[in-house]
């Protein structure tokens, strides 16, 4: 399974990944999807930005 964030806005990030069948030859990819993550307070019941630490950790690993 590959998943890497394929986008990072100001209160959300999307999640791609593709499951992946390997042989000796090559990799076949069998399954993909995409996932939004928003950043939610369930008190005010309201999105809220990306703590700007995070978003950094995740620019970090994924090169961006």
């Not at 992946?20 to 399954?31: F, G, P, Q, Y």
């Not at 950043?39 to 700007?52: A, F, Q, V, W």
Request: net charge negative.
């Amino acid at each position: 399974v590959y998943t890497r964030c394929s986008k990072l806005g100001t209160k959300s990030f999307d999640l791609s990944w593709a499951i992946v069948k390997e042989t000796v030859e090559s990799e076949e990819i069998v399954a993909e999807g995409k996932t939004i993550i928003a950043c939610y307070d369930y008190e005010t019941k309201s999105t809220l930005e990306i703590p700007p630490g995070r978003k950094e950790l995740i620019r970090k690993f994924e090169g961006i």
